[in-house]
C-alpha cells in the first residue's frame, strides 16, 4: 500500500546540476478563508525547498510544479521542530524549578537549553536532508 502524500504546488525560481529551488506558498485554512481580509487573521508564507532534479525530465525556471512529500516525513520534521524542543524546555523548567531555582531564572535556563538542540540540529541538516524525500510531480 503507498504511503499518504502532501502536495503544494510551487514555481521553480532556481536550477542546478543536481537540485530545483521551488518557491511554494504555505497558507493557513484562515488564508483560503473569503472573510480573511475582515479579520486580519490570515497567515501566508513564502518558503523556498531544495529538490534534487529529477533525472530525463527538462525544467525552467518560473515552471510551475507540485512538490510531494509523505505524510509520514511531516509527521517527523513536526516533531523535530516543535515536540522535541518543548520537551527539553519544559524538562528545563521543571528540573530547575525543582532544584530550588527561582521561575524567572529556570526560564532563562529552560530557553538557553534549546541551545544545543537547535546546534546539533544544524549539525546534522546533511543527514536530515536525506531523510526528507521531496519528489516533483
Known amino acids: 500500500m503507498s504511503e499518504e502524500t502532501v502536495s503544494h504546488e510551487g514555481v521553480i525560481?532556481?536550477?542546478?546540476?543536481?537540485?530545483?529551488?521551488?518557491?511554494?506558498?504555505?497558507?493557513?485554512?484562515?488564508?483560503?478563508c473569503h472573510a480573511k481580509s475582515a479579520c486580519n487573521i490570515s497567515d501566508q508564507a513564502e518558503k523556498v525547498l531544495t529538490v534534487p532534479r529529477p533525472e530525463g525530465r527538462e525544467f525552467h525556471r518560473f515552471q510551475k510544479v507540485n512538490v510531494v512529500m509523505g505524510v509520514g516525513q511531516g509527521n517527523k520534521a513536526a516533531i523535530l521542530a516543535y515536540l522535541v524542543p518543548i520537551?527539553?524546555?519544559?524538562a528545563a523548567l521543571f528540573i530547575c524549578l525543582g532544584i530550588g531555582l527561582s521561575e524567572g531564572l529556570s526560564a532563562l535556563i529552560g530557553i538557553a537549553a534549546l541551545i544545543p538542540y537547535y546546534l546539533i540540529l544544524y549539525?546534522?541538516?546533511?543527514?536530515?536532508?536525506?531523510?526528507?524525500?521531496y519528489r516533483i510531480e
Open 13 to 32: 525560481t532556481k536550477i542546478t546540476d543536481d537540485t530545483l529551488e521551488i518557491q511554494i506558498t504555505s497558507m493557513s485554512a484562515c488564508a483560503a
Open 87 to 90: 520537551a527539553v524546555l519544559l
Open 123 to 133: 549539525s546534522q541538516r546533511d543527514k536530515l536532508k536525506k531523510k526528507f524525500d
